[in-house]
Structures are given as C-alpha cells and as structure tokens.
C-alpha cells in the first residue's frame, strides 16, 4: 500500500465571510515532491495555501498532515509542526539586515548557537545570505529578497513549503534562480506545495500539477502531463502556439 501523503485535504471548504470561495477541495501532496498549483486569477489558490498554514480555517472538510488533523489549528502550531507559508507579497522586514531577517525564521528556538548553526547552513545553499548579509534586506532586488525569504522560511527545518507565486515581478534570469532553489529544496528532501502564475515553468519544475477552477480541483496529473494537455495549453500555458505547433508535429508523425 502505498504509504499516506504528507499532506492531505479533503472536502474542504472555505471563505472569508458568508459565501463559499473553496468549494469541496481534494488535494494530495507526496513527500518529496513540488507540486504546483495553478488556475485562473481567483480560483481559491492563495485561499487553498491559507487552510494548509492556518491563516484561514476551513468551514468543512479535514487538512490532514503526517496523519494529524490540523485544519483547525492556530498558524503558529501548524508552523511548529512543519508547515512554513511564504506568501505573495514580500515579507521581509526591509530595515532589518539581511541575516537577521535570516534569523527571524528561527523565532520559536531559544538555543542562540544552534540558530546560528542553522542559519550558516542554509546560507551556503542560498549564496545572497552571505554575500549581502549586513545589507539592509529592503535594498535588494526583488529576486533577491525571493532567495531570501526562501532561505528563512527553512529555519525551523519545516516537512512542507507552500510558496505563493514565488516568480511574480522577477526578470526572467530571477525566475530561473527561484525555480532552481525549489527543485533544491525537493532534492534535499523537502516537500513543495507551489502556486504559479507562470504556469509553465511551475509545472516544469513539478511533479504533480493540479488545477484549480472556481474552488475545485478540476484535473491532476504529472507536470508533464499538464503541459502536454491542450487544454490546459490553450487556458494556461500563455503564448501557446509553439506549444501547439509541437502537438501538430507530434500528431502528424503519429498518423
Ligand atoms: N481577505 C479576503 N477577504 C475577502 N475576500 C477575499 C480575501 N482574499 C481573497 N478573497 C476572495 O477570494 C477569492 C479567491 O481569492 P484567492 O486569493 O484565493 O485567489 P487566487 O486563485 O489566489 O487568485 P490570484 O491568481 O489572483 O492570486 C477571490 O474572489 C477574492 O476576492
Ligand atoms: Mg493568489
């Protein structure tokens, strides 16, 4: 039998006031994989990321993660637990130096020499860390306030990273950084629950893709899988004529 997700919705619902925005949301994270969600502006994406860190509650429906029920858990115990949130909009304290915003990741350790240690560690995985360390953190760009956000979301060594749109506003030589710490992150053994906007590169770095309409999942399948169904092509994938142009290809040698 294959062993339970690390991460699992069922049936969950959720909204901010009266109405419905999560619909009945069915969603399996595996350990070890980057699994990236995407969908149309106002899907639920961001509202989905929220019932997993606590920031919403769901109405219905359970949020199992390691075979506990946390859906109904305060943020800062699903944190303590594992699951760590870097949300859409930059989060660092811009006035806060470079390593100590580092540092702030650690906030539930008291042991100062083992946060030290944590952080040296992940600072040789994130190079920025180290080679603006007493900068102010609001002086970077952009993309290097993703890689360091990314970086302190892994002080308290958490199971399960969800990262909202991780590559909006970057430049593209950005966007491939980001992309590339996430598979490092998954090779080093850590789970990814991803929204993206830039539906084609989140699901290239993928293993799973899921699809999210109208608060439902409406398809699952590998990230190859998805970036090769026309359908999600056509309402997803953007400029999509070389994607089809290569499907025209395919088809005509098929035939
Ligand atoms: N704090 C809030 N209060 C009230 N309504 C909200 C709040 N946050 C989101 N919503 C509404 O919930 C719906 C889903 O929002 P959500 O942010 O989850 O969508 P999304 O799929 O992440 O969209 P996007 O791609 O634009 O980020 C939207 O209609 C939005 O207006
Ligand atoms: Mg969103």
């Known amino acids: 039998m294959a062993p339970e997700p690390l991460l699992t919705l069922s049936g969950v619902t959720a909204g901010y006031g009266a109405g419905l925005i999560l619909k009945g949301v069915d969603l399996e994270v595996e350990a070890g994989k980057v699994v990236c969600l995407i969908g149309p502006n106002g899907a639920g994406k961001s509202t989905v990321l929220k019932t997993i860190s606590g920031l919403l509650r769901p109405k219905s429906g359970t949020v199992r993660f390691r075979g506990e029920e946390i859906g109904q858990l305060r943020p800062r115990e699903r944190l303590l637990r594992g699951v760590v949130h870097v949300p859409q909009d930059r989060s660092l304290f811009p006035e806060m130096t470079v390593w100590e915003n580092l540092i702030m990741g650690a906030f539930s350790l008291s042991d100062g020499a083992v946060v030290k240690q944590r952080a040296e560690a992940i600072a040789e995985d994130f190079p920025i860390v180290t080679s603006r360390r007493n900068a102010q953190a609001g002086s970077l760009s952009g993309g290097e306030q993703k890689q360091v956000e990314l970086a302190r979301s892994l002080m308290l060594d958490p199971a399960l990273i969800l990262l909202d749109e991780p590559s909006i506003g970057l430049d593209p030589k950005s966007r491939v950084s980001v992309f590339e710490s996430i598979r490092t992150l998954a090779d080093g053994g850590r789970t990814v629950l991803l929204v993206e906007q830039n539906a084609r590169s989140g699901l290239q770095a993928a293993d799973k893709g899921v699809v999210l309409e109208a608060g439902r999942v409406a398809l699952t399948g590998t990230g190859d899988a998805l970036l090769n169904d026309p359908e999600v092509a056509r309402l997803y994938l ?15 040698g098929a035939a």
């Open 238 to 252: 953007g400029a999509a004529s070389h994607v089809s142009l290569e499907q025209v290809e395919v088809a005509d």
